[in-house]
């Protein structure tokens, strides 16, 4: 056989391993639960009609961090404002330094629309070895904990939530004795580089913290979704947050991360209730986004770049190229492995699409998405090497390391 043959066979091999043995990542059923896990299945289902809920409502704080938000906030707060929620909640926004009058606007976006108390506090520039969103964080959860609440809801400006989402959230944690629940907001998908490049964002981030293996009892991978995160308030004093992350770029994870190092129990799934609305109309947006953390994720390690981009172009890119050049060769193993490599990984993306309500004709075009996800991500190890490392808002983080001791990486499901 040829080279090219063995490469599209290796290829195929993976696939089918992803499609069985990635905790069945591609599916999108993991929606936010109202039962209890300790009961058999058709009772959970029986529980999801039937909507239990609480007998006594804990109170909550809503904590938004925003800096220069003005474009979205008309679109979001007033979202958070309206929440149809049966205890005591309020909202804090935590205008972080911003130049486009976010927190006057706030104000006045309270005072049109009503609904739930707004506070707006502003607590200056971050001090050395803070990133600003937790830095904002860390003055929004010491604010809402000197009122009590059982529940912090920290949601980012951008996001905005149907009327009884608060209400959702809070069941789903309170009847299955969950510390921290996550969803991961349904991102705005109009412009043509959104089509192509937001699912699969989603669909990436699946396959490498599958929703299964975090929600499991004995959880075999740990993350959660920064957009929309539900914690316990005694949880987050036990872990220590924001202090133990406050130099984590992808605050997200690390979070999920010291919530279970005290034991805390985490569920993450895609959201119904909740969408966010910054656009990204052009690649230019879209990659900024990528490209600001994604040297993190990988630790800021060249091997782990070269690993990378070694498996995206195995997995993602060869099987299309097997099949043209088989093709094209008279290569017949090489172009029945690639094609069926290629077929097995449009098929694993069709529910994302189906999610996003997107034509099924785009599922093809994975490897062209993944091609532009490997560059994004040499991009930004390029980025972090020449000193501008995770920019946002104004704001550079040219080497945003883990706290020495405090915020070490853990395995999955650590």
Same mark, same amino acid.
């Given at each position: 056989?040829?080279?090219? &043959? ?14 069985? !043995? ?74 972080? !330094? ?5 927190? *006057? ?12 108390? #707004? ?28 009122? !009590? ?62 929703? *299964?293996?975090?929600?499991?009892? %004995? ?10 995160? #539900? ?14 992350? %406050? ?9 999920? *991360?010291?919530? *279970? ?64 050049? !088989?093709?094209? %060769? ?60 995770? &920019? ?23």
């Amino acid at each position: 056989m040829s080279t090219l &043959a063995w490469f599209a066979l290796v290829s195929l091999a993976v696939w089918v391993w992803l499609l069985f !043995g990635q905790g069945f990542f591609w599916r999108t059923d993991q929606r936010l639960p109202s039962a209890s896990r300790d009961l058999p299945s058709s009772s959970r289902d029986q529980a999801r009609r039937t909507r239990v809920e609480p007998d006594r409502w804990p109170r909550v704080a809503i904590v938004v961090p925003a800096r220069d938000e003005a474009e979205v906030l008309p679109l979001s707060l007033p979202s958070l404002l309206a929440q149809d929620y049966p205890g005591a909640a309020e909202v804090i926004l935590v205008d972080d !330094g911003s130049t486009d009058g976010t927190g *006057r606007l706030a104000a006045e976006l309270a005072a049109r629309h009503g609904g739930l108390p #707004l506070t707006v506090v502003s607590p200056g520039e971050p001090e050395p070895g803070w990133t600003g969103k937790l830095w904002a964080l860390r003055h929004g959860m010491a604010l809402a904990r000197t009122r !009590g609440p059982g529940f912090l809801l920290l949601t980012d400006a951008d996001i905005a939530h149907e009327p009884d989402s608060l209400r959702l959230l809070v069941s789903a944690a309170e009847a299955n004795g969950l510390d921290l629940v996550s969803q991961m907001a349904r991102l705005r998908v109009e412009s043509l580089w959104e089509r192509l490049v937001v699912p699969a964002f989603v669909y990436f981030f699946a396959q490498l913290y599958p929703f *299964r293996w975090i929600n499991r009892p %004995r959880p075999l991978a740990t993350a959660a979704a920064g957009g929309c995160v #539900l914690l316990r308030t005694e949880t987050a004093v036990a872990a220590d947050v924001p202090e133990v992350i %406050r130099q984590a770029v992808i605050d997200d994870v690390s979070l999920a *991360r010291a919530v *279970r190092r005290t034991g805390g129990r985490i569920w993450l799934g895609l959201a119904e209730r909740v969408d966010s609305v910054r656009p990204y109309p052009g690649l230019g947006d879209l990659w900024r986004m990528v490209a600001r953390s994604a040297y993190a994720q990988l630790r800021h390690s060249p091997l782990l770049l070269l690993g990378t981009a070694a498996g995206l172009v195995l997995v993602y890119l060869v099987p299309p190229a097997a099949l043209l050049a !088989g093709a094209l %060769r008279g290569d017949g193993v090489a172009a029945w492995a690639g094609g069926a490599a290629w077929a097995v990984m449009a098929g694993t993306y069709v529910p994302m699409l189906r999610y996003y309500r997107q034509p099924l004709w785009l599922a093809p075009l994975l490897p062209f998405t993944a091609f532009l996800y490997l560059l994004m991500t040499v991009d930004s190890a390029v980025r972090h090497y020449r000193g501008v490392g995770a &920019a946002w808002k104004g704001r550079t983080y040219a080497r945003p390391e883990a706290t020495p001791d405090r915020c070490r990486d853990v395995a999955p499901g650590e």
